[in-house]
Structure formats: structure tokens, C-alpha cells
């Protein structure tokens, strides 16, 4: 039975126990994506899921792989036009430890220059690889031929110009949906 409960933040806590199952997902679902996004943000959200990979003020890119490695997690993240979410995948009793990573990560990223301008590069690949994949490039130009100009027209990865006119030190994303903005935001100042 699915179990949903709003915390006094306004966090929403969805629970499924299932009795015969060992293993555990737990996920933070971002209500923004792509959608969120205007012209010259284009790519953001993407970004900052590349971006909370590489590490917070306890811990680098390696230390979070290896952590969840260590017991046997698995942990990723995607973005869509509707919401961005990471996650992990771990054994029932890893969960708390999963958790404490996850949320680490979450709210604790660094953000660190070098490593903003080495994920740039690393996107910037990353489209290149859609644009050079059919069945990838056909939902962009349906996406466009449907809904034009507006932000889910776009692609969800940006483009090469909006992600390279993300630039500059991080001060503030503000996420919208169940996020607090006051203690929760991120952002890339546009050029």
C-alpha cells in the first residue's frame, strides 16, 4: 500500500512497503525541469544534476562513488521537461547510509568552478551525441514542431550556446515546486 506524508516543510514523504522485496529505492523528485527553464537558462537543470555528482564540502566525486560502491548501491540521477530526480538503489540495510549520501549530495554540492567549466565540456559532448543519434534528434524536432518557442519545446539538455552562456560562479538555482527557495537554491548567472 502506497503511503504519502507532508512533513511540517512541506517535504512529501511516498512509502511502499513491500514485504517479500530486500532492496530499497529512495529518490529526490525535483518538481522543475527543462519546462522551468527560460531560453537563456536553457540546460540549467541538467547542470546542476551533472554538478551533484562532483562533490560536496565532505566528500569529492570519487569519495561519492566509492561510498555507494562499497555497499553495493547504485546511484544516478535524470532530468526531464517535468521534474528532475537522483537516486539510489541499495539493500534495506543500507538504506540510512544511502539517505545520508543522497541528502548530502542534494544539499551540499560545491559547486566548484573547475569543476562547472569540466562538466560544461562533458554536456556539451553529451549533445553532440544526441544530435548525431536519429531517433533522438526526431523527438527534439517533434518537440520543437509542437510546441515552438516555448520552454518544452526545447531540448532538455540545452543547446551548445545556452550551456555555454551558463557562466560564472554558482550563487543561486531556484527550484520551484516543493523546494524551499530560501534554503534550497542554486543558480548560474547567464551571460
Request: charged share 25%; net charge negative; glycine share 6%.
Amino acid at each position: 500500500m502506497v503511503q504519502c506524508k507532508t512533513l511540517p516543510n512541506g517535504v512529501r514523504i511516498v512509502t511502499e512497503e513491500m514485504a517479500h522485496v530486500h532492496s530499497t529505492s529512495i529518490g529526490i523528485w525535483i518538481n522543475a525541469g527543462s519546462r522551468n527553464e527560460t531560453a537563456k537558462e536553457n540546460g540549467i537543470a541538467h547542470f546542476i544534476e551533472h554538478m551533484l555528482f562532483k562533490g560536496t564540502d565532505t566528500m569529492n566525486a570519487q569519495d561519492i562513488a566509492v561510498r555507494f560502491d562499497r555497499f553495493g548501491g547504485h546511484v544516478n540521477a535524470f532530468t526531464s521537461k517535468e521534474y528532475t530526480c537522483f537516486y539510489t538503489k541499495v539493500l534495506e540495510r543500507h538504506a540510512e547510509e544511502a539517505v545520508s549520501l543522497l541528502t548530502d549530495m542534494f544539499f551540499r554540492s560545491e559547486f566548484l568552478e573547475e569543476e562547472i567549466e569540466r562538466e560544461r565540456q562533458v554536456i556539451i559532448e553529451e549533445i553532440r551525441m544526441v544530435e548525431d543519434t536519429a531517433d533522438d534528434v526526431v523527438h527534439d524536432l517533434l518537440d520543437v514542431a509542437a510546441f515552438g518557442e516555448h520552454s518544452i519545446g526545447r531540448p532538455i539538455l540545452g543547446t551548445e550556446a545556452s550551456i555555454n552562456h551558463l557562466r560564472g560562479k554558482i550563487y543561486s538555482i531556484l527550484w520551484s515546486g516543493n523546494i524551499d527557495q530560501r534554503t534550497s537554491s542554486f543558480q548560474l548567472p547567464v551571460e
